[in-house]
């Protein structure tokens, strides 16, 4: 989070049987939401949470949100994002000495899950006890 700028998700997975119950935590500083917007959303502190129902295999669950249910939360969201990047790819240019293009390279960026903007919290169900899962 920078200042104001940005939302928190949260994903909430589903009762796995298990003894703890899953719930993700990340942020985001663009409007990335808003291809698949939550159901729910809450205000903490200031901050907007935009909570997210994640399936067993922890992807999240696409919602079909009616035009003016959208509108409300982008109205709730406001200035505090970005506008998203709708290239998907990224490249590498390099340049001559006299500005010229020299080579252009195609990067393509991998997400292995985790980083520095999201936790992972455990809780036991009879205890109450949280756990945080550090990312890598």
């Known amino acids: 989070m920078y200042k104001s700028m940005g939302v928190i998700h949260m994903g909430i997975n589903p009762d796995s049987g298990k003894a ?37 295999k922890s992807a ?20 505090r994002v970005f ?21 252009r390279n195609y990067q393509i960026g991998i997400s292995m899950g985790g980083g520095p903007t999201s936790i992972t919290l455990l809780i036991d169900k009879k205890t109450g006890e949280v756990r945080k899962l550090k990312s890598v």
């Open 20 to 56: 703890e119950k899953k719930i993700s935590l990340w942020a985001s500083l663009t409007d990335s939401f808003k291809e698949n917007p939550p159901q729910h959303y809450a205000h903490l502190f200031g901050k907007i949470i935009l909570i997210h129902q994640f399936n067993e």
């Open 60 to 79: 999240m669950i696409k919602n079909e949100v009616p035009p003016e249910q959208l509108e409300a939360l982008l109205n709730e969201v406001g200035d």
């Open 83 to 103: 506008i998203k990047q709708q290239r998907r790819g990224r490249w590498v240019e390099t340049y001559h000495r006299d500005g010229s293009l020299k080579r």
